[in-house]
């Protein structure tokens, strides 16, 4: 996990320069409805342990998206303006994409009938 803390400056440096600040901790969590998580408050950055396997494209893109939540509360056109930096980041959506939708296939019937009930 220090080396995600590591990692989430690495990309605000080389990404988003201008956003000074950086997360007090970054942590693996057990999440099924999210990718991450970030905490303005206390400048934590949690990241789902589903994408423990995932290419390092996939983390860091993940990790980049919540490290910009520091400056940006929401996924306004600033915050897009920032993550559309990321150079991978098309492939990385389209990768996260693809991973919900074969979870979402192998679910049992009424797992997948709450989750369509909820969205």
Known sequence: ESELLELAGELLNRFAPEIALRPASVAWRSMNERWGSCTTVDRTIRISDRLQS???????????HEAIHLRFADHGEEFAHVLARF?????????????????????????????????
């Open 54 to 64: 995932a290419p390092s494209y996939v983390q860091d893109y993940v990790l980049f």
């Open 87 to 119: 150079e991978d980041g098309e492939l990385a959506s389209a990768y996260l994409d693809g991973f919900e939708a074969a979870e979402r296939a192998l679910l049992p019937p009424i797992e997948l009938e709450k989750l369509n009930w909820r969205s």
